[in-house]
């Protein structure tokens, strides 16, 4: 059994400062860094990059809406060409700037209120991936399970990558507990590692009625904006390790 | 006895237009294609990237300040780690951009008020040709003629390309006169012959008190921002040809 | 009979330049100025504002979606409390300038997307009217006739004035044909006459499909973007004087 | 002998928390709040109004150069023409905001780089003081003693009130030592009441090289951006009232 455990990384801009990436970024096997859109500029880009790479952690890109104000989390109804314009804007410019440090990056996972629109609009998600390939067809697609992002990157040949949450909350229907919503954000460390186990071993993750679901999971998202990231993200990777379950990035995955 | 002629395009942003880019591209041998943070956007970007391949045009990078209200015309104080993060950022963006084409990106020139900064600031230029070696280190630098620019282009080994302009009075210190000055743009398509045949032939600019300098060039600008732009681009291009001289890009030329 | 001939203007942006306000502005009787989010800069601003008294024209704001690069076309979805904090705003930095030129603000006119969401969604149309209605409760509302804004000015006690479209094709329900459909956009100035006299006269519209809705409006907008507007816009003034119609300011209404 | 204390807050942005404003606000008695153009968005401006009135404090404006990205820490060569619109602009919008929530504003203080240049340079100081003097001529002016914007206010006929720092380190000819030098900030709560006393009682402060300079104040900033600086501020203003000076707006000073 085996497991990768990505963070969202990069989200500081300026003087603004957004979780530990330091921290973070050692208790993963990826990393997502924003490209400067929702969040992000090029120096913090650039350092992130760095600190992924000491980490020897796998970089994806993490491209989102061009709204820094809402953080990418506010649907922007742009058309599928303007879409697919702003991902392969954002993956070029982060895959650049990866590459100007010796490394190469390896997936892509929209950010925010992209991520949850290209998972069920099936034109958006086209538009998506159509952005990526223009760019680079070897880089794997992360998403949601089942998604429409999935089927859009299987319709072109891309490779994708399910994931999974264990620091949040599911409805019945399979759909996170939306962020604002009490509950929606699990932030216990021995509850996030229960609910990382149940979903790589058992394939499985309980809803918020109790009722269990079933759900496949190459990769498990660690979020950073919780107080406590790094040490949920800690104890999760220790936890797992000590269960005999292999963590490693998606390319080192078979 | 040949020269390049080149041009800033894919300055238009969203709904706002600017320039005939269509028209002025078919003009010249090089574009310098803005990148988003002075002017352009991704949409932009990607259809003047098209605009240039179907004109044979080789493609720069023409990165500036991130200031859009002031169009990269005002210097902003940045760092240069700063400026070297802000055009290593830019130039991959568009590269990727260029790629997804099925081009290549052939060259940089800096925009507006950093190309006026970076000709003269030693520190600054070399923060912009890190930024362009880090990412690669085989894109021609355009800048004015013994500038510092070329020297930290000559410093870390990179080509770089002397421009002139035709279309600009020049002072007796061969710098140009400020744009907001009378007399600064020089709009008749003859005299723009006329200053483009001195500089290729004689090597020669004459000042605006009437002294002549030498200069050496190896790309002339034509501005596409003047209303008739694209026909003084044409006259340009044609006048060149029927007075023999070979009109080719930054590459072909030995 | 009487009516108001509105018009957007102040939207070009730093260098960008869209439509001429200029002579757009004589030909209206009341101008809704843009106020920097999704066009218009503080220079831009000012200039209109002056352009506006000059002419006589009453100043109104135009607040829009913070996305310049979308020109505020594109919903994006903000919450009530966001909603109602960027229009107050909007409408606060439009007033000041208005008053540093010793005028008065007169009303408000949503732009774009937020004009279009506001019209239907009675939430975001309540958000709008707070945010104004916090500002300064004696501006009057400019929207469609019946629309949520309507309704949710109504509820606080603002008046509002119901605006028709003489240059832009209604659809059978009474909505605008997309902008982006063929035949959305009328620019023949007798057909944009005949419609607003029909309009003001019969208090009726024709739809695609024949059929005569009726419609009652207090103001009739022109556009400043098709490429001849401000000869529509003159010709349609002059058309209606002649047709004996009273051309003003909605103030000077009774 | 009386006091003004000052914050700069509101400085958040979106989802970026900076510095802890709810605590700060209550050790001061007047605060500048960002308007949007280096910090602060609409909502962020309104909360911090919210809190300064519940706190008590005197509301002033914190206009900056738009430059998110650089926090208005950046000089951006702008015309004196486009600083004089953008502080209006700036200065306007706050103002609607403190107006919406039943306040009224009493000063304005540039921010950062402005505040700077506006200092020493008198072009740009008549410029600032040109924005705001257009909106209201009833606006105390912020800023350091003997600078160019004292005498750009002067010359307008506006009220100014001097700043001084007792938390920054200042060079011998009255300078502050840049931020980014080592020991240009002072985080030691015992130091900095000391410095404030000996400014408020001695119109003195003790330079890097130990001389001493005089110096006249009205007001002493709180920097916000310190680990501990509502710790700072709470105990700055409890030891000042402890030495018996009264710490009062500036409005309230004779």
Redesign the interface.
Known sequence: MRIDLNADVGES????Q?GDDRALIRCVTSVNIAC?FHAG???V??RTVRLAMEAGAAIGAHPGF??????GR?????SP??IE??V??????????V???GARLRHVKPHG?LYNTAAKNSEIARAVIAGIA??DRSLAIVGPPDSQLAVAAAGAGLRSAAEAFADRAYRPDGSLVPRHMPGAVIDEPVMVLERALEIVRRREVTATDGSVRSIHADTICVHG?TPNASIIAAQLRRGLAEAGIRVAALDELP
Chains 1, 2, 3, 4 share one sequence.
Do not use: S
């Open positions: 801009f300026g003087v603004y957004l400067g500029d090029p120096g880009m650039r061009p709204d820094l104000q809402g953080f506010r649907e922007l109804n742009m060409r303007e314009d702003v392969l804007y954002q993956v070029a410019a982060l895959a650049g700037v590459a100007a440090e209120a223009a760019f904006d």
